[in-house]
């Protein structure tokens, strides 16, 4: 069963680069089996859709953070990655990595990490 | 973008009795449409997917329905453990986004 756990600072600078990975275990991250992705939750809010990567290498971005976020996928490591540029205390938030099976009828998220929280402030 | 609207905001209800949480898109997402469950302070949990399908481990008293743009999830007999928030999220419009409802607290009444 794959398990999946984020990993990175909790707390950035506003302008600067917010940077989180996700490490697997369970099963190789070098598979066309899933999308790995990420969401993100403020807190007291809901969830927000950020992005996904294959294994390939592509990857498909929330339209509205699009200019923003970078993902990318080391399979030698059995991990994947988010960078997002320019954030501001508005992406201060819980953030979670998940799994999605690459099938357009089989896009929900499961299983997901435990999540991180990483604060915006100066 | 899809908008996922969901209804009402907070539901009370009292421990033993039904609950219907509802989700309604901005346009057809055919049964590309998945539920969960977040109990506080802890990680989101899948309960449906297609709109319909249980999730491996999911108690029978959950079941969703509907299609297109309206979608309800029904907890036949709530337990004390149910309460929590519901999100629905949609994913027929890939790869445009995959988007989620604002969620439904469901709280003892």
């Known amino acids: 069963q794959l398990q999946l756990q984020e990993s990175g600072p909790g707390l950035v600078k506003p302008s600067e680069t917010l940077s989180l990975t996700c490490t697997v275990s369970g099963g190789s991250i070098n598979t066309n089996n899933y999308y790995w992705g990420w969401i993100r939750q403020?807190?007291?809010?809901?969830?927000?859709?950020?992005?996904?990567?294959?294994?390939?290498?592509?990857?498909?971005?929330?339209?509205s953070l699009k200019s923003r976020l970078t993902m990318s996928i080391d399979t030698s490591r059995n991990q994947f990655s988010l960078r997002l540029s320019s954030v501001t205390a508005a992406d201060t938030a819980v953030y979670y990595c998940v799994t999605l099976v690459p099938v357009i009828t089989n896009l929900w998220f499961d299983p997901w990490g435990q999540g991180t929280l990483v604060f915006v402030s100066s | 973008e899809i908008v996922l609207t969901q209804s009402p905001a907070t539901l009370s209800v009292s421990p033993g009795k039904r609950a219907t949480l509802s989700c309604r898109a901005s346009q057809s997402v055919n049964t590309n449409l998945a539920w969960y469950q977040q109990k506080r302070g802890q990680t989101p949990r899948l309960?449906?997917?297609?709109?319909?399908?249980?999730?491996?481990?999911?108690?029978a008293r959950f079941s969703g329905s509907g299609s297109g743009t309206e979608f309800t999830l029904t907890i036949s007999s709530l337990q004390s453990e149910d309460f929590a928030v519901y999100y629905c999220q949609q994913y027929n419009n890939w790869p445009e986004g995959l988007t989620f409802g604002g969620g439904t607290k469901v709280e003892i009444k």
């Not at chain 1, 403020?42 to 294994?55: I, M, S, T």
């Not at chain 2, 309960?47 to 108690?59: C, E, V």
């Open chain 1, 42 to 63: 403020p807190p007291g809010k809901g969830l927000e859709w950020l992005g996904n990567v294959f294994y390939t290498g592509s990857t498909f971005y929330n339209p």
């Open chain 2, 47 to 59: 309960l449906i997917y297609g709109a319909s399908t249980r999730a491996t481990g999911i108690p």
